[in-house]
């Protein structure tokens, strides 16, 4: 719209949204402008007051001493004028690198403890930089050293527990009084259960994201891999009165993943729908090709809206639940989807009649380095 156009209400208010652009609350060209503006305010009216002074001792005429003066003045806002564009232009141009900097600090995954470049900031913001990169350093190494300790206490235990696995399978093996029996069942109960959360711990431990998964990355075909590897549930969701269904396209879809972790995911998976589904008739395997996707459904009591966010977060376990585990199920799931650059979501009732959550990968360009990290609630 031409300015001849504009009414005066719409000029003030394109005035202010400028200023406030250039000026805005509490940045740092507002406060720098606060603080030159005043000296040089007084500059100009020293300025101003000497020409207005020696032109009313010169003895020239009326009309051009009030020339003389009123040129001192425009040649005065003009100067301060381009002081200010200069100043904020200058400003503006330095923050652009900041705002930069922001920005990726705001875009990276919480698992990124890459350093920041600082090359291209100020002087004055580089030590802040600097000093963020230690804390960054640090907090890797307190991770690393945790998911180590993890790992090695893990390890650590396995043996003791596969004996004493062993002892209670032979004292079974044999006959026994009925309240013997019972022990020894609990005994071998328990040990099953902390053999299986000891595999639980290693595998957390090695979706570290600085062991290079990616160097065990294969490409296989999704479809194919879903149809062997869930076979090997077919028995065990017999035995809880539940039927495998799998639903996949003829064609392949083709990924990049360890064949190990993608096994240790979809344990998972399986083992919480069986576990957690309670009542349900049938688990279905989904593959999807665009873009590659594997989910797994059941038809079970399904999970609150309100606890929906907090499944996947370690040791976590719904109140209400009576099955046994030990909740870290779907944080081993969110860890090896993350290791692969693929994303999850969960979808339960009322949006779906029980809970399906699906695992979507990047497709077969190795994925390792991608951060989508946001877990998709409902979609």
């Known amino acids: 719209m031409p300015d001849q156009h504009l009414s005066s209400a719409e000029k003030t208010s394109l005035l202010r949204s400028w200023l406030e652009r250039f000026l805005a609350p509490g940045s740092l060209a507002r406060k720098l402008m606060g603080r030159l503006f005043p000296p040089i305010s007084i500059l100009v009216v020293l300025d101003l007051s000497v020409t207005w002074v020696l032109t009313r001792r010169m003895s020239l005429e009326d009309w051009l001493l009030r020339d003389i003066f009123w040129t001192m003045a425009l040649s005065q806002v003009l100067l301060v004028s381009l002081i200010a564009w200069v100043l904020l232009s200058g400003i503006r141009s330095q923050l652009a690198s900041i705002d930069d900097l922001s920005q990726q600090i705001r875009n990276r995954a919480d698992d990124d403890f890459e350093r920041l470049d600082a090359s291209a900031l100020p002087a004055e913001i580089v030590p802040l930089v600097e000093h963020f990169n230690e804390l960054l350093e640090r907090q890797r190494d307190t991770l690393q050293a945790q998911k180590r300790f993890i790992g090695h206490a893990a390890h650590q235990l396995r043996t003791p527990l596969t004996g004493l696995q062993l002892e209670s399978e032979l004292m079974l093996a044999k006959p026994l009084p009925d309240d013997i029996r019972q022990r020894a069942e609990r005994i071998k109960s328990v040990s099953d259960r902390m053999i299986r959360l000891g595999q639980q711990l290693l595998v957390l431990a090695r979706t570290d994201a600085d062991t290079n998964i990616k160097d065990s990355f294969v490409r296989l075909d999704l479809c194919e891999w879903t149809r062997e590897e869930g076979g090997d549930w077919f028995l065990q969701a017999r035995q809880h009165g539940a039927e495998i269904h799998l639903l996949a396209p003829e064609k392949p879809v083709w990924i990049d993943a360890a064949p190990v972790l993608l096994r240790e995911l979809l344990s998972n998976l399986m083992d919480n729908a069986l576990r957690y589904g309670q009542g349900t008739d049938r688990i279905v395997l989904r593959v999807a090709s665009n ?51 693929a994303w999850w979501s969960l979808m339960s009732r009322p949006d779906f009649p029980g809970t399906r959550i699906t695992i979507v990968f990047p497709g077969p360009r190795i994925g390792a380095r991608l951060t989508r990290h946001d877990t998709l609630i409902g979609n």
Request: net charge negative.
């Open 291 to 341: 873009p590659p996707s594997l989910s797994v459904e059941d038809h079970g009591p399904g999970i609150e809206a309100s606890e929906q966010q907090r499944v996947f977060e370690a040791f976590y376990r719904s109140p209400g639940t009576q099955a046994g585990g030990s909740g870290l199920g779907l944080a081993i799931v969110q860890e090896i989807a993350r290791a692969h650059g």
